[in-house]
């Protein structure tokens, strides 16, 4: 799928930089902010946020309403068979694979208005802007709406693009169980979004991401703009420690395997190991269960989980060594045997130079105080890399809360990252087109 992107080159009195930033179309960002309203009210929760999740009646209330606003401004609506959605914008140029602009309007059970939503309502602005203009891009446009990103319903997230990207079969996609045991298959069949494009075959010149941060480093930077060079890569492990259960009362303190001991020093250590590759690591203990967990006996076992995380995978392989030489060295020294087990191995994503340019020069052209910067969690654009030049762009939200029915963003921050949004996919479109004679 890189085949046209390649191809196609850079013309070369285009290739130093977008001359033509910005351009002369701008986003409406009370229609934006109008849309994100009106569609917050499918699966509208009390306090604020949304219940919105993967194929739900309400997903599917909102899907009726994105397809219904796409073909009114002239799309044609496509539906794969994991039930991802496609607005296709023609292009002038024959033969250039279309520019997919994206992300998703499944929520978690108390989500908020901006996770997903932004990105695919500001890609709806983007696209609403060009034909109101009367703009023809050389390449074609779709904006994209994937189908369970949040995983909250169905495990794995970002199940639809995944399944577009070849990571998942359609097959693995259909068989996943929600906590009722209804099949992600059935569930999509009885909410009527099971489409006849299989998944994958759009192929794609580029895809470009507009996410709120869901972290606190653009707002206390006061930056407006995330240009997001990559996303950290993460590894699950756990670790069965086996002690050696005793009375509390009649034990010497030399004579003890204490399962619990040896599970709290190797949290202490594990601080170490992300303060060795500060700024960017982060790791985290976030599940313990001592057993026989009585006040009066020494922990005899003990279960735990880790979470290592680093935006490079070189980094994240130093930071596994020094945790299984720290858990050997402490499991001898406290004459407990520690089983390590890894569960998840998620690989560092680089995002393709070229989008990630596109993105800082729009950000630029528009004067936005920005910043690189990494993402913390996952999204589609992770799975999208894999088959398409890829990038993000991240506005603030407030407090860095998200996954919250607080989430919260200014029309203004949704607006600017509209905009560059907007931007920088005229300037990969640029770059695909031949030069003028
Ligand atoms: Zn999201």
Redesign the pocket.
Known sequence: MWGLWVGMGSPPNRSLGFLDMPSNLRIDPERLWANLMETAAFGATAKGGINRQTLTAEDAAVRGWFKRTCEAIGCKVLVDEVGNIFALRPGRQRGLAPIALG??LDTQPTGGKF??NL?VLAALEAMRTLTTAGYETNAPLLVVNWTN??GARFAPAMLGSGVFAGVYARSMADGVADVAGVRFGEALESIGWRGEVKAGAIELSAYLEL??E?GPILEAERKTIGIVTGVQGVRWFELAIAGRASHAGTTPMPRRADAFAACARIAVELRGIAAAHAPMAVATIGRVEVEPNSPNVVPGAVRMTVDIRHHEDASLGAMEDALHATIERIGREEKVEIATRKLHDIAAVTFHQDCVAAVRAAAEALGHTHRDIISG?G??AVHLSRVTPTAMIFVPCKDGL?HNENESATLLDCAAGAQVLLEAALALDAKLAPLPA
């Open positions: 992300s998703h996770d997903g990105g990103e949040e996410h709120i869901q969690a999204h589609d998200s």
